[in-house]
């Protein structure tokens, strides 16, 4: 049965998500802030608003009187998702679900102080004042972040107490305008970081993908990679946190479950109700469902057999360097003339410094190599450039 599906979020993972659906003979509405977003050049119609102007968000839903709403951003008055699923509108994957993950302070207390798992150690502030005391009770170094906000924006490392102004300057202007208070948390000893992709269903169990790697710069993931390598105790146990965590906020979907490896065991870091962004690795074939037709499988209450990894893979973002506009591509037949590789790129309509555009996939068996795996996937990346 068709579904009309609105799509609050329009940039590369809303994009793959359309396409997904469509497969699947979907009706999608793709909403953003901004005119020619990726995902709208997917769906079958779109709309341009301001997400936190909750009557701007009511007046598009009444319009489109959608079956199911998909959020793919933070940056949205999710408060209003409450009243939606009054009105017999299926969020996903939940109102409560897209309330808490869009705010770090509700996510890390139902994490650490309701369910009990292992964080690192934080507290919060809503001046500067505040944050020194939070950075003596953390201890240095730390981690600041504002507690609306994503792909790092706003998010630094407080080595000296000389970086407290400056961080409280960063976090406090990068996140949404209406969260004054950050996040500070304890620096965690980590060797490694994960994202275990966590899908929970309608009308089965709750299952996992194989874990995924990856490294970040500017609070901002660089190259992920798929397996990854965890100690099987380990993965049992991000499993346990992924799956009490994922239960307590209820709902259907694929959610992105962030994990630290440190020598005394896993940490939970933070997670997304909605494909990752780490996860587009999976759009190398890694899996035999990647994340996305997951997330449209779960999201559409259609059954999902097994999770199944067919082959190693790695991923490498494209960044822009510069602002501009309409950007061009150059490099593209030279990266695709390497072996087992493929590109995305993104079409988004203006570029920045930093801003992801496009990114680069490779893939091999699984017993190979992943460290020259993610190296592949890296030259890849550079021999195309954003211009």
């Not at 650490?112 to 170094?141: F, I």
């Not at 896993?266 to 997330?295: C, I, K, W």
Request: hydrophobic content about 40%; overall charge negative.
């Amino acid at each position: 049965m068709q579904k009309k599906i609105l799509l609050l979020g329009s940039g590369e993972l809303g994009k793959e998500f359309v396409i997904a659906v469509k497969r699947l003979g979907q009706y999608v509405i793709a909403v953003d802030s901004y005119a020619g977003a990726p995902a709208m050049q997917v769906a079958d119609e779109n709309e341009v608003i301001d997400m936190l102007n909750g009557s701007e968000l009511d007046r598009i839903v009444a319009a489109h009187s959608p079956d199911i709403i998909v959020p793919e951003v933070e940056a949205i008055r999710t408060e209003r998702f409450y009243d939606y699923e009054q009105q017999g509108i299926q969020v996903v994957p939940s109102a409560k679900a897209a309330n808490f993950t869009m705010n770090r302070k509700a996510i890390r207390d139902l994490a650490a102080k309701q369910l009990g798992l292992r964080t690192a150690k934080y507290t919060y502030a809503s001046n500067l004042d505040e944050l020194k005391d939070a950075v003596k009770y953390t201890g240095l170094p730390c981690v600041v972040k504002p507690l609306m906000s994503s792909s790092g924006k706003g998010q630094s490392v407080v080595w000296t107490v000389e970086d407290i102004p400056v961080a409280w300057e960063i976090a406090s202007t990068k996140g949404r305008a209406d969260y004054g208070e950050v996040i500070v948390e304890a620096f965690v000893h980590f060797h490694s970081e994960i994202t275990l992709l966590t899908v929970t269903q309608m009308h089965g169990p709750t299952i996992f993908c194989p874990p995924i790697g990856h490294r970040q710069e500017r609070g901002d993931y660089q190259e992920s990679w798929q397996p990854a390598r965890i100690e099987p105790a380990q993965l049992e146990e991000a499993k346990q946190m992924a799956q009490q965590v994922t239960a307590a906020l209820t709902g259907a979907g694929i959610w992105g479950v962030e994990f630290f490896l440190a020598e005394d065991g896993v940490y939970f870091s933070e997670l997304s109700p909605r494909p990752h962004d780490t996860g587009m690795v999976t759009l190398a074939g890694t899996q035999n469902f990647s994340e996305f037709e997951l997330h449209a499988r779960a999201v559409l209450g259609l059954p999902i057999p097994e999770i199944i990894l067919e082959r190693a893979g790695a991923s490498a973002v494209i960044l822009a360097k510069q602002d501009g506009k309409n950007p061009t591509y150059s490099g593209i037949a030279e990266a695709l003339a390497q072996p087992r590789s493929d590109i995305r790129i993104f079409g988004k309509p203006t570029t920045r410094p930093y801003r992801r555009m496009a990114v680069a996939l490779a893939f091999d068996r699984i017993d190979c190599n992943i460290t020259d795996l993610v190296e592949r996937a890296k030259q890849i990346a550079g021999r195309v450039q954003v211009k």
